[in-house]
Structure formats: C-alpha cells, structure tokens
C-alpha cells in the first residue's frame, strides 16, 4: 500500500484494516436481500464483537446477470479492485471491499455507508465539488463504465464522499460512461495530478498495485490501464462524452 495514512472508514470502525479484516473473516448472522440493481445484492450483518454488528453490501458471483461486453463472473473481482486501486492512490472514497465466501457462493463484501437520504447529487456536487472531480479522474482512470447519480453517498455523520457500484470497471476497450461530464475539456488539477504521477514514477507502488490487481483482472485489463495512466499524464485534461452511450440510463 501507498506510504500514506490511511483515514478511517466509516460505522465506528477504527481503521481500513480493521474494516477489512472484519469484513473478510467476521461471522455472517444475517443474510437479506435489497430490491435494487440488475444483478443479486444483499445486506450482511456481520458479528463485530463486543456486542456489535456490522453491516455490509454482498455480491456474490452467483448473482451476476451475464453482459456482453464483460467477461462472466468478474463483477464482483472489479469491485475489490476499485477498492485496491483507491487506496494505491491515497484517494479514499471506496468503502473497504473484500471477497469472501458468503451465503451464496463467493462475492464481494463491502462495508456499508449508511447515507443521508435528504442529499441529492446535486447537493453532493455544489458542495463537494473537489471530491466530485477526483472521483471524475478516478472514473476516467478505471474505465468506469456506469457512473450514476445514485453511486455518491455522504454518511449521516457529514463525513466524506462515498463512491460505490464499481461493478462495470477496467475493461480493456474504452467504456467510460457517467453522470459527471461537468468537467469536459477542463485541466485536470495539478493536486490530483500529482497523485496520478506520484503512483507512476514510483516503480514499488506502481508494482505493488499491479501485484494486488492481477489476480482480479485480465492482463489485458491490466495493460490497458497503465496505458490510461500515461495517457492522462500525457493529456491532462477531463475528456468528453464520445456519444449518446457515454451517459448512463438510468441516470440515477
């Protein structure tokens, strides 16, 4: 992992680590399954101890509707990756994502971010307009191919931005599509900038993010999304919508 502190999560839990740690190995108790999403999704209650439960979002592989343009059965592998490539990064907007076995099969586990439900995107993108544009960069950097209004969170307790549903990433072929075009043609600013150089120059954490991330993709993938790293550093500047398909539906 990048030499950065790393921020706490959110729900009382003390660190990423802990998140993880929790997440990957606490006992399930509770299994119910959420009325949202073209693919299987459940809410997980995990024992944390002490009395205390945690509550997590569950994909699990079984639950994933087959798509054309991704390969079957690697939805849930994204999602971990998303996760891993936030941290490399020191961009911390993913909530602590794991892969576990669960209920149904093996999944991604995601701690959950119980969101202020009287926020709208809108709202979200006035006031925290520079968290709204790092996740723009971080969008264009893994190909995030269904970034809707309903992917931003703020926590009840006003905390930071969350960024979840990171299902349709990484694809080796160019695949962005968003809610968030606002900054089309813009520079790219240089703080954000200089994380993106910082992970590329640095040859320990370049390596350490490709080792973490190779097991989860295809070395295509993997390929493709140094390739978009460069490139952003080439051009950087927030590219534009190539077509209709560049706006998701949905957009929520």
Known sequence: MPNRPQQPPTDGVVSLEEACSLLMQAEIVDCKGLPWGSNYTYALALD??????MLAIYKPRKGEIPLWDFPDG????????????SLHLGWYFVPPTVVR???????????????????????????HADEIQRIALFDCFVNNADRKAGHFLRSRDGGRVWGIDHGLTFNAAPKLRTVIWEYCGEPIPEPLLRDLRELRNDSKRLL????????????????????RLERLLAQPMFPGPSSRRSYPWPPW
């Open 101 to 127: 076995d669960g209920p149904y099969g093996i999944g991604s586990v995601q701690l959950y971010v119980d969101p202020d439900p009287g926020l709208s995107y809108d709202r979200l993108r006035a006031d």
């Open 208 to 227: 350490a993010l490709c080792d973490d991330l190779e097991p989860l993709l295809l070395s295509s993938e993997l390929e493709a999304l140094l390739k």
């Open 74 to 85: 690697t939805l849930y592998r994204r999602e971990r990756a998303a996760y891993l490539t």
């Open 48 to 53: 944390a101890g002490q009395d205390r439960r």
